[in-house]
């Protein structure tokens, strides 16, 4: 028999929770759901359970977040028809994750009951659904024939979010009173609202310029969470953002020239419960944003679920508020921040030899 490693120990427990866990969460839901149960599921000890995770809430974001990432996607779409039809077929991604009538059995259907429980969690998934406005928003941006370059579709796109998130209530609340062909027609014709909307928004007059350095860097490699696939973590920005401030990370795609490439490390002081939600958002979203927009209407950016990236971005100790970032240019760090706007301050750094051209509404710093 061989034997198996601490590490290859603890990952097969792990797994064996998980599995446990969801067969618990299906049969039961969350709120009668027990540890002792799991832990008798997956013949381990309430120990066993708590060395792999925190407790019961952390354990089913961790399963969703599983579930999530495991669905197949339906196909990138290669062309859009404009964005009435985007936004149709994304609202029809959503709707079809949803418990539409009392039949329905669906293991998430407690998720946003257990987020509105806790303010310190709901500040969390706030910030995460202005990231999935934030990326829609930008999608939308790119189908415009002619685009503007101070046109943001930012607040179209929480409009969007606001209705679906209202269906799914209602779905879990009043099974088989939403009307899913409603609802997507209801986004729809979201495309066509004037919302007044552009970038850049006030504060960024005001934020602190980057400073310039010139520090080795390494490109390690990574998964970005939202494409699934791994990475180099090259020339670019690189945001490590508390989930306190991950709307932040729209200041630094639209500093930065188009190609350059952007990426977010989301960091929190409570890693092993909140970052299984950031999982969970994202793969939500990337099953939505698949079968509506081209691939690189969502390329940017980049979303890395990694501890040691932070830290080689100069995070050490990062907490909730957590803003860092760096520019990375030639393979070395050239430019770095680490106050409030700060993926602002280095996306619109001009590298030595570097453009000056850089995205929408951005100042351009030396």
Known sequence: MVRLSRAQQQERN???????????????GFRDARIDRIADRADLTRGAVY?????????????????????????????????????????????????LTGTDERIGAELMAEVSADPRVSRVFAQLTAVQAILLGR?????????????RRVRVAEGVLTTLHGAGQLAAAAP??????????????????????????????HVPHARPVGEPWS?????????????????????VLGLHRLEAVEEG????????PVTLVPVTAEPAELLPLVRLAVAELRACLSPSFPADAWARPRIVLDPGLAVAAGAVDPHD??????????????????????AHAVGAFVPPGGSRSVGNGARATR
């Open 14 to 28: 792990r797994a064996r929770v998980l599995t446990a866990a969801r067969e618990e969460f299906t049969e039961r």
């Open 51 to 99: 060395s792999n995770f925190p407790g019961k809430r952390a354990l089913y974001f961790a399963v969703l977040a599983e579930a999530a990432e495991r669905e197949p996607l339906t196909g990138a779409a290669d062309s859009v028809d404009g964005a009435v039809r985007a936004l149709g077929a994304f609202a029809r991604a959503w709707v079809a994750r949803l418990p």
């Open 139 to 151: 999608a939308l941006e790119s189908l415009d024939t002619a685009p503007d370059p101070g046109l």
């Open 176 to 205: 088989g009173f939403t009307d899913p062909f409603t609802v997507i027609r209801s986004c729809e014709r979201l495309a066509g609202v004037d919302l007044a909307d552009a970038w850049p928004l006030p504060h960024i007059a």
């Open 219 to 239: 490109a390690p490699t990574a998964l970005d969470s939202l494409r699934g696939e791994r990475i180099a973590v090259g020339d670019g920005v690189v945001a």
């Open 253 to 260: 795609l639209r500093a930065v020239p188009e190609g350059v």
């Open 321 to 342: 508020d957590t803003e860092v970032a760096i520019r990375v240019h030639g393979g070395r760090i050239v430019a770095r921040s680490e106050e409030r706007g700060a």
